[in-house]
Nanobody
Framework: VQLQASGGGLVQAGDSLRLSCVASGRTFSNYHMGWFRQAPGKEREFVAT????????DYADNVKGRFTISRDNAKKTVYLQIDSLKPEDTAVYYC????????????????WGKGTQVTVSS
């Protein structure tokens, strides 16, 4: 499956963004989806995951309450709504897909999209 993320940008602290990731190539609804991010000099970290049906979601503690993951299987798209952005949210955000339940660690995940840059100024 091919993944294309978009929606990043340069924003101010407190602003909101909605990231999108469009999938192609395979049956999107067969895949669990996730968002990870990587700040300069840091390891890629887990942000949020959503099961293939959308029934179950999981969030990193440091984004819980501000980030919302969702998906539209008809549009083959997964979203990440980011509210109350903070400078520490600055990173490249990557979407990921896996036919198995998405782990919280980036190693071993089947498919990755190219990231979209989010930069939050204070």
């Amino acid at each position: 499956v091919q993944l294309q993320a978009s929606g990043g940008g340069l924003v101010q602290a407190g602003d909101s963004l909605r990231l999108s990731c469009v999938a192609s190539g395979r049956t999107f609804s067969n895949y669990h989806m996730g968002w990870f991010r990587q700040a300069p000099g840091k390891e890629r970290e887990f942000v949020a995951t959503i099961t293939w049906s959308g029934d179950n979601k999981d969030y990193a503690d440091n984004v819980k309450g501000r980030f919302t993951i969702s998906r539209d299987n008809a549009k083959k798209t997964v979203y990440l709504q980011i509210d109350s952005l903070k400078p520490e949210d600055t990173a490249v955000y990557y979407c990921a897909a896996d036919s198995a339940p998405m782990p919280r660690h980036y190693l071993g995940i089947e498919y990755w999209g190219k990231g979209t840059q989010v930069t939050v100024s204070s």
